[in-house]
């Protein structure tokens, strides 16, 4: 249905804009890099019919009229990346839902109610260690105070949306009201896909990170000279707590924890650890199954500590609620995958992306592409032709069950 040829082009012409040395793609927020992109993009979205806008917060909007005065449909993902992404992480979800439209248009195809194509700003938070600006406006979650946020550079992320030509209006008017529900297409991530050995998915949820710091502290004495059975050693104390939570997690699927960053004092050879920080990053689609296994790993590291005479401290970094994905939207996503002849495949997504700040706002749907080998975030990130027109073409077919829904 939809024309595949142009929307791998496409994607291939967007990854040149940003390009790295190992062809990888670094694009940050409020860039001349994005700058370039945007330029890119708006181009295309005028050449799918689409009427385009940025709003105060630098989202790039296309907009295609209804033919009813009905609430709106969103499409549409990211173009920002990580240090050294991948050319498919947000753009397969903006590049697809313009192609939609352009085919929708092509076709003589009339939608009832409008749609916006949204390139929101700045998912990934690379630059400013801060993510989602773009959707956070849209709802009106994003704050004056949350534009303070300071890049490597000592620039504030007030500063780089002035400096781009943004900002000149109220924040506030960036949300957008009467929506029906939003849509996006986006790669995996993961192996659940490849796995199962189909290209496209029925995403039934966004997992929910939690953020937490554990700081163990005991007593630095010599190697040599301490006995075993006289040692407050923290280290000991924080590997027997990771030990756990791994446990811990992997009684409650598909829910994960991990720890990704340690810090130990005074880490020497010949000195027994003092002080031990580390984090635990715990997901999962149900905030109830989230919360007990935070409380598991959180008892058993008192009970560590208590045991081993050492002092802990926890602190909460980041608490974001999971999201469901919309029980009747899912059901037409699902409907459209079985039309094209394909096996139903629902997953949870494990990574966080946009449509978690339109909890409790409007219903959202999601469409995964098989990631290969489930790499993301890396120059190897590799989602097939084959495959994202799959992903494509289920979003034809939902947006136009939607529409008439």
Not at 220 to 237: C, I, K, N, S, Y
Not at 270 to 287: G, M, Y
Not at 382 to 395: C, M, P, R, T, W
Request: with cysteine; net charge negative; proline share 4%.
């Amino acid at each position: 249905m939809i024309n595949i040829k142009r929307l791998t082009h496409r994607l291939e012409e967007l990854a040149q804009i940003g390009k790295t040395p190992n062809n990888g793609v670094k694009r940050f927020s409020f860039t001349k890099e994005e700058q370039e992109a945007n330029k890119l993009v708006e181009g295309y979205m005028r050449e799918a019919g689409l009427k385009v806008e940025y709003d105060v917060v630098g989202n790039l909007i296309g907009t295609l009229a209804g033919s009813e005065d009905l609430p709106t449909i969103l499409l549409g993902s990211h173009i920002d990346t990580v240090p050294d992404g991948g050319k498919f992480d947000g753009p397969v979800g903006v590049l697809s839902a313009i192609e939609v439209i352009q085919t929708l248009n092509e076709q003589g195809v009339k939608i009832r109610h409008p749609v916006k194509v949204i390139s929101f700003k700045d998912e990934e938070g690379s630059r400013f260690g801060f993510g989602m600006i773009g959707s956070r406006a849209v709802v009106g979650t994003l704050m004056e105070e949350d534009l303070l946020r300071k890049d490597e550079a000592g620039i504030t992320i007030k500063q780089a949306m002035k400096d781009a030509g943004f900002g000149d209006s109220p924040l506030e008017s960036a949300k957008l009201d009467n929506i029906k529900a939003f849509l996006e297409v986006h790669i995996e991530q993961g192996k659940v896909l490849e796995r199962k050995n189909v290209g496209v998915g029925n995403v039934t949820g966004i997992a929910g990170p939690l953020w937490l710091k554990f700081h163990l502290q005991g007593l630095a004495e010599h190697a040599g000279a301490t006995p075993m059975d006289e040692r407050q050693d923290a280290l000991v104390g924080a590997s027997l707590i990771i030990a756990e939570a791994e446990k811990i997690a992997k009684r409650f699927p598909p829910a994960v924890a991990t720890v990704g960053k340690i810090a130990v004092k005074p880490n020497a050879v010949n000195v027994i650890p003092s002080d031990v920080e580390w984090t635990i990053d715990i997901r999962s689609t149900d905030e109830a199954q989230r919360n007990e296994i935070e409380q598991l790993i959180k008892q058993y590291a008192q009970q560590v500590a208590d045991e081993r005479d050492l002092t802990l401290h926890i602190t909460e970094l980041q608490r974001i609620d999971p999201v469901q994905c919309d029980p009747e939207i899912q059901a037409m996503i699902q409907e459209s995958i079985r039309e094209m002849g394909e096996e139903v495949v629902s997953l949870p997504s494990g990574a966080g992306h946009d449509g978690m700040q339109f909890k409790d706002r409007f219903p959202i749907g999601m469409i995964f592409v098989k990631s290969i080998n489930g790499i993301s975030h890396n120059p190897k990130e590799l989602s097939l032709d084959e495959d994202i027109e799959k992903g494509a073409n289920v979003l034809y077919y939902t947006l136009l069950k939607l529409d008439q829904a």
